[in-house]
């Protein structure tokens, strides 16, 4: 299913920035977030100390940010938990003639207990199915010259006649940039993945866009800690290939651990404007963000 979303061009603020540091921890330990939610709280790892789930540094800056970990029901009177996970995936350039032609995002889940019965599993993502911004269209004229030689019926008359004609074939093209959500499966058949590709529109050479804000909600069958893999690949223009991107190699992070013993951790919205006996009813897609 195809969607157009609007992007948000809007720059980074200082309070911004503010609020990134405070969510890695920077705001020491007893403060507080701009909802009054305890810094401290979060349980991205084990050991609390974990929001940063990649980073990469060099000519391109690739991040990923936990801004949401959100523990409860998926709905109520269901015998169900459920995980609402929310992280924000930004590239930055040292030069701004350097771009990210494509990008893929996966995030894989796995029980931090050996027990397939017992695997957590995507419930819904956004943004999900295909988004495409920045669409653009132009007209392509393609000539081609043809010969004419004795042979045609135009110049049986004269047999060492030759003349070349040309033809003109006009066509309009489009382009977009395209962002896709969707599921993956293990080999049980079980719903245990979630990835974003991105890429550019062609046409424009836009890049991808540099910030992608995942929402996923996550079902659980029990309260035990689970675990997630995220892994960034990307593709560039050829300047940022010989520069050599840092943020698309082979280098592996460790697993995000989550415990869904501990208390909340929220950066975009008040804890309690969450039902947490339905998380099923949280619109993901008002969470969702795509910024060029």
């Known amino acids: 299913m195809e969607q157009q979303y609007s992007s948000n061009s809007n720059i980074s603020s200082d309070d911004d920035q503010n ?4 969510a890695i921890g920077q705001g020491g330990e007893d403060s507080q977030d701009e909802y009054g939610n305890e810094a401290n709280m ?16 060099g000519i391109m800056e ?22 609402l996970l929310v992280y924000d995936v930004s590239f930055e350039t040292v030069k701004k003639s350097r771009r990210v032609t494509w990008v893929k995002v996966e ?16 419930w819904s993502i956004a943004p999900a199915g295909t988004v495409t911004l920045l669409q653009s269209s132009q007209e392509e004229t393609v000539r081609t010259l043809g010969k004419l030689t004795a042979g045609t019926p135009e110049l049986l008359a004269n047999v060492n006649a030759s003349i070349e004609r040309e033809k003109a074939v006009t066509k309009t093209t489009s382009d977009s940039a395209r962002v896709i959500g969707i599921t993956t499966c293990d080999e049980f058949g079980q719903q245990v ?3 974003w590709i991105m890429e550019e529109n062609k046409a424009l050479k836009s890049g991808v866009p540099s910030l992608l804000r995942c929402v996923m909600l996550v079902r659980r069958r029990d309260n035990r800690r689970f675990e997630c893999n995220v892994s960034i690949n990307a593709k560039t223009d050829w300047k940022t290939e010989l520069g050599r991107l840092v943020g698309s190699t082979t280098e592996t992070d460790d697993p995000v651990y989550f415990d869904p013993q501990l208390p909340p951790f929220s950066r975009l919205r008040k804890v309690d404007e969450y039902d947490l006996a339905n998380l099923s009813s949280v619109d993901l897609d008002v969470l969702a963000e795509i910024r060029f």
Do not use: W
């Open 19 to 22: 609020e990134r540091e405070a």
């Open 42 to 57: 979060y349980d991205v790892t084990i050991d609390l100390g974990k929001t940063g789930v990649v980073e990469r540094r």
């Open 62 to 83: 690739v991040r990923c940010r936990s801004r949401e970990v959100v523990h409860g029901r998926i709905e109520p009177g269901v015998g169900k938990y459920a995980t």
């Open 107 to 122: 995030f894989n889940f796995a029980s931090s207990v050996v027990d397939n019965s017992q695997m957590p599993e995507i």
């Open 193 to 195: 993945g979630a990835s």
